[in-house]
């Protein structure tokens, strides 16, 4: 029985097929048989973007995608036309190039798709992947760990890429954490609350229900929990305008102390009148924020209160608000002298505003002072200067093939959110409670991958803390 | 040769100067008592009986080292085995032919499955033991155990020498020294000394060392492994005070009847020893506000309450279960101790206050108002030792050859302790015979997940078995238990009987000639609802319908399918447990199928070994500190274990990947080698002397 079950599987895993929904669950789990896909190249605007897939269904995705045509002679480029697999809408010309395993990066069925750089093209081309059955976003790491477990790297390249793991796991913890700020971020915890407390009570049914004393309902209770959840999440997917737009591009924020000129700062870069400005310090009290275009990267703008201790309620909420953005940014425009803001972790430019203020000829700010611009933000003196210095912190942030680009993580939450409202489908029908738990852990798992968490302990400690359990 | 014997040695001489004679029993006769055994266990507990004939089983000369002959396979706290997940425990020990299954086949009183409309994934066999007849079975089986000698003692001490150079740790085991002075050599030692480490039982102010109730606590043997470095730990636990049967009221309390058939613990057993109607009923009462009253009035009496050790969680006492969820009735279960026991064990009861305001306690309680209390309940406070300092061979990372197992890793329950037996009397053999040891992946077995838990994770609360700490639970049952463990107990640790090995393979080729036939058999929906008007098929679908999928249908199963297609699936109905068994698969099949890939993933991380000699506080590991110093002390065998390690990043993860020593690498460097007359030569000459 044993073996015929594995044999089994790994027919599935070459063969024809099946909606798979339930791939990737629980904890990111590298080398599994599922197949993956990524952004390889960096984001931003460039000519050309390369996404690549790696497992069995690498074949079955590249064909979905150019269908109905076979798939071209193995390790040459071919130039195809891309369209969604469901809609039938095309996407781009693209070259396409099919690895069949195991000569490719990774040992698995490879394909790359070179598309033209463009969000759109990249982000279309993401979301046709996300629903190709069987294919999944890969976790931090994930094409590394199959090439290493396919004997396709020697140690001293795993050596090299450990740091790179590194800086990837810690840009996509920055853009978690930067999803998760917003409202798409507070619905993900909320759900995954109750989703962890409707487990633990079904788990507790199936652990105590029969020896110890649970209260009537238990059951009843969590089915209406997971009920809610449904539709809740049902809507959520079905509504695109519900929710924040998750925010692509690189986050910059303008913070210093007040009257600086932050505000005339955002809306020089951003050529248009986003911020109230006013010489009077504190007019700005919340987080603006406008997505532009700088020196040619996508990002995103926040102006922020003046940092000090604040007169008001609402300033200092400002204030909080500020420093919190600084928590997750990527690049920080300083305009003014002194310290810097807290998080200094991030890159950092200071920028000294009102050098028209300067008397000609002198004196000049302190030469104690860390490396700084000066810009005049009446005049405009300065601002190719500053253009200049962005564009090379942006091409920094940007370029670097390990962040996790925005559109991958649009990919992702699509793709887990898809996957836990199958799960909970699969709880409603399920004939027995441990399959109904089974249900509940795969969606619980999905959405661990959104935000973090997930355990088993988790699960104890809720079940100890709403149960007398125990002898 | 040198061995650690401290100052602290003396002391505790002190306090156990008692001579013991020294009695042996040997199970066989043939074997002349000789001072080296290639296995000592320490402890005959439910973890040192069951390392203890394991190793036997294995073919290891071993000698079980107890306290008192008259102790073995007692069961010291609930007169029960079994349980959801505990259930769970048992049928794998018994697929490694590990003893307390069949033992409480013969000695139950009470045989009862919970769970049975939750899914065959968690039902959880259980069983009311005679304490008396369990005690006597496993003597009986012990005793007669070829290559096992018992023998009455008190360790006082390891005997430790140079460690061997190829493996990792500071010194090694080489046998015990006994509290008359005399030595014991031996190539492996287990200890399964259970409460006895500095134990301290607890009634009311009261505190008193001692192991179990008039056992003599192990002090010399702690301070011994203290001193090489063992990190230590307190937990508590608790036992309910025992009352007279004949002082209860039953009839006005719910019985609780036994099941009819009962369903044997062991896969050899097609019954068990006792027909159902001669079985003894249990029965349920309930507290109530007086007993919550009694219990916080006295809190000042009852220092076990008071204590800082760390208690569980979940409720292990009704003190904590009044303090932690008050104005509500708590159940209590009045348990049978035996056949011909006056004692009734109060389930739900355990109680450190002071004797008699537990009998005080004890009449307040519907059914027990003339209840007379035989002995109070008590609390004991021992010491454990931290589990991650054990791999999941059991072996301690600090004494090379010395095995830990039961309750000094810091579980509770007879089931975790059995467990562990088995695995360390296996490893413990195995690592005498230079074999590779026996691991249980947390894919394959609960037992897999109990000591990945301890090992990966340590614990600071007695622990115990849940389902719900199994993440593959519908592919972790109770009922297929021996297609998962008993092939590999027989070929890699040679611990199962030609018998068992016999019945399990006939039973994995039934079930895979079986499912096929079933999957073979389609007919339209239409057709499958004439033949079984019985069942809800849902006509929808006009794709051919396989029998596998009709035996999916909860009213269908294999007797009922059978009727409808007799040739060729009569002949499935024909053993019982077999018919069971198919309906299960089919009901599991495409979650099982899923599943699959999940386990294959986590087995292939399992397969990427870490050396165990790997130096994580030297520079050339790239690692935070914080990271380093939980590898350090864990010391994961794989990269799965690594990564379950709380706080290890997957960056952390990556960075282990250039150490790993996957058995392909291993297969190359071997490759390499010049294969020259003179290496062929001295391998020649190793294999002669091995012969």
């Known amino acids: 029985m044993w073996r015929g079950l594995l044999t089994l599987v790994a027919r599935a895993a070459r063969g024809p097929l099946r909606p798979c929904t339930r791939q990737g669950s629980r904890t990111p789990v590298p080398g599994s048989g599922a197949t993956i896909f990524a952004l390889s190249s960096g984001q931003g605007r460039c000519g050309i973007a390369v996404i690549r897939t790696s497992g069995p269904a690498s074949g079955h995705a590249l064909r979905s995608l150019t269908a109905p045509r076979d798939l071209p002679q193995a390790r040459r480029a071919c130039l195809r036309l891309l369209s969604d697999p469901r809609s039938g809408e095309p996407l781009d010309r693209a070259l396409v190039l099919w690895f069949p395993g195991p000569q490719s990066f990774t040992g698995e069925d490879c394909a790359e798709f070179h598309v033209h750089g463009g969000p759109a093209v990249v982000s279309g081309v993401l979301q046709a992947l996300g629903r190709v059955p069987g294919l999944r976003p890969a976790e931090a790491g994930e094409f590394t760990r199959r090439a290493f477990a396919h004997g396709k790297l020697s140690l001293t390249e795993v050596e090299g890429l450990a740091d790179l793991i590194h800086a990837e ?37 199936i652990d105590f229900g029969e020896d110890d004393d649970l209260e009537e309902g238990v059951l009843e209770r969590a089915d209406s929990q997971v009920r809610e959840l449904e539709v809740a999440l049902g809507a959520h997917l079905r509504d695109a305008r519900r929710g924040q737009r998750l925010r692509s591009g690189a986050h910059v924020v303008v913070a210093g102390p007040p009257n600086a000129g932050k505000s005339s700062l955002v809306n020089l870069l951003s050529r248009k009148p986003v911020s109230i400005v006013s010489p009077e310090p504190g007019t700005t009290r919340d987080v603006l924020e406008t997505p532009v275009d700088l020196a040619g990267f996508p990002a995103l703008l926040s102006d922020t209160a003046g940092l000090r201790e604040g007169t008001g309620l609402v300033e200092q909420e400002g204030v909080r608000r500020a420093r919190e953005s600084c928590n997750f940014l990527d690049v920080v425009v300083n305009p003014a002298a002194g310290r810097s803001p807290d998080g200094n972790s991030q890159r950092l430019v ?110 104890l400690d809720i079940i100890f803390r709403d149960f007398c359990v125990g002898k | 040769m040198f061995s650690f014997r401290g100052c602290g040695r003396r002391v505790a001489a002190s306090l156990t100067k008692q001579h013991l004679p020294l009695v042996r029993f040997s199970g066989d006769s043939a074997a002349s008592w000789t001072p080296h055994f290639d296995v000592v266990v320490i402890g005959g507990g439910h973890a040192g009986t069951e390392a203890a004939a394991a190793a036997a089983r294995c073919g290891s ?34 697929a490694l032919d590990g003893l307390c299954c069949r033992i409480c086949d013969q000695s139950g009183v009470h045989y009862k499955v919970l769970n049975r409309r939750k899914g065959p994934a968690v039902w959880g066999l259980r069983a009311q033991i005679d304490r008396k007849l369990y005690k006597q079975n496993m003597q009986k089986e012990i005793l007669t155990t070829p290559l096992l000698t018992v023998q009455e003692g008190a360790v006082e001490d390891l005997i430790l020498t140079e460690p061997e150079p190829e493996h990792t740790g500071k010194c090694r085991a080489s046998g015990v020294v006994l509290a008359d002075g005399s030595k014991v050599y031996a190539d492996s030692v287990i200890l399964t000394a259970g409460t006895f480490l500095r134990g301290m039982i607890v009634i009311g102010l009261e505190m008193h060392p001692a192991g179990r109730l008039g056992d003599q606590p192990s002090v010399g043997l702690a301070q011994t492994l203290e001193k090489l470095g063992f990190v230590v730990g307190r937990l508590k636990t608790g036992t309910p005070p025992r009352i007279a049967k004949e002082s209860i009221n039953f009839s006005i309390l719910n019985q609780q009847t036994p099941d009819n058939p009962s369903i044997p613990f062991s896969f050899l057993n097609e019954t068990v020893w006792i027909k159902p109607e001669d079985q003894l009923p249990c029965y349920l009462t309930h507290t ?98 931290d589990p991650r300092q054990i791999a999941p061979s059991l072996e301690t990372h600090l004494v090379q050859r010395l095995f830990f197992a039961g309750q000094i890793n810091g579980t509770t329950g007879y089931e975790e302790a059995a467990a562990q037996g088995v695995i360390a009397g296996i490893n413990a053999s195995l690592r005498v015979r230079h074999k590779p040891p026996f691991v249980i992946s947390r894919t394959e077995g609960y037992i897999g997940v109990l000591i990945d838990d301890l090992t990966t994770m340590g614990t600071n609360e007695p622990y115990r078995m849940f389902t719900s700490r199994a993440e593959f639970r519908l592919s972790l049952r109770p009922d297929n238990a021996d297609s998962r463990l008993t092939f590999r107990g027989y070929k890699e640790a040679g611990c199962v009987s030609q018998q068992r090995y016999e019945r399990a393979s006939w039973m994995k ?183």
């Not at chain 1, 300067?358 to 009446?378: F, I």
């Not at chain 2, 706290?77 to 425990?89: A, D, Q, R, T």
């Open chain 1, 350 to 459: 200071l920028v000294l505003n009102k050098s028209d203020l300067l008397p000609p000829g002198g004196p000049y700010p302190s030469p104690d002072l860390p490396p700084h611009l000066l810009l005049s933000c009446l005049t405009g003196e300065g601002l190719d200067d500053l253009l200049e210095a962005l564009r090379k912190e942006l091409a920094a942030v940007c370029g670097d093939p390990s962040t996790g680009p925005p559109l991958l993580t649009r990919a992702r939450h699509q793709h887990h959110l898809q996957g836990c409202l199958d799960a909970l489908g699969h709880y409603k029908q399920a004939k027995d409670v441990s399959l109904a738990a089974e249900a509940l852990r795969v969606a619980r798992g999905h959405l661990a991958h959104l935000t973090s968490g997930g355990g088993t302990e988790e699960i």
């Open chain 1, 169 to 205: 796991t810690e840009a996509q913890r920055r853009q978690a954490l930067r999803q998760l700020d917003g409202e798409l971020g507070h619905l993900c915890r909320g759900w995954a609350d109750t989703l962890t407390k409707a487990l633990a009570h079904v788990e507790a049914y």
């Open chain 2, 288 to 385: 109530n506000p007086r007993v919550d009253e009694i219990v916080l009035e006295n809190l000042h009496l009852n220092s076990h309450i008071k204590e800082t050790t760390r208690g569980p969680r979940y409720c292990p006492s009704i003190e904590s279960k009044v303090l932690r969820f008050p104005n509500r009735l708590h159940q209590v279960w009045l348990e049978p101790e035996g056949m011909d026991s006056d004692l009734i064990y109060p389930q739900g009861l355990s109680v450190t206050l002071p004797a008699e305001l537990q009998e005080k306690m004890i009449t307040c309680i519907r059914g027990l108002e003339k209840a007379k209390m035989i002995h109070p309940g008590y609390g004991v406070q021992y010491d454990y030792f």
């Open chain 2, 61 to 94: 000369r071993t000698l079980l080292l107890t306290h008192r002959v008259d102790t073995i396979g007692q069961m010291s706290c609930n007169p029960s085995f079994g349980g959801i997940g505990k259930g769970h425990l048992m049928r794998e020990v018994d």
């Open chain 2, 509 to 691: 080729s039934s079930l895979e000639e079986g499912i096929s036939v079933l999957k073979s058999i389609e007919f339209s929906s239409s057709k499958w609802k004439k033949l079984i008007p019985e069942a809800s098929i849902s006509m929808g679908k006009s794709l051919p319908l396989r029998a596998l999928d009709v035996l999916k249908y909860e009213e269908v199963d294999m007797e009922l399918l059978a009727k409808a297609v007799p040739e060729p699936l009569e002949k499935y109905t024909k053993c019982r447990e077999l018919a069971e068994r198919l309906k299960i698969e089919a009901a599991y099949e495409s979650v099982l199928f899923h599943q699959q890939q999940e386990i294959k993933s986590v087995q292939r991380d399992e397969a990427l070994q870490l050396p165990k000699d790997l130096e994580y506080l030297s520079k050339d590991v790239s690692l935070s500190c914080e990271v380093r110093e939980k590898l350090h002390f864990c010391r994961p065998q794989t990269i799965g274990a690594a990564s379950r390690i709380p706080g290890v990043t997957p960056a952390a993860i990556i960075n282990l990947l250039r150490f790993v020593k996957t058995t392909q690498q291993r297969q190359a460097a071997l490759n390499e080698l010049p294969q020259t007359d003179h290496c062929l030569c001295d391998t020649d000459k190793l294999e002669e002397r091995q012969l």
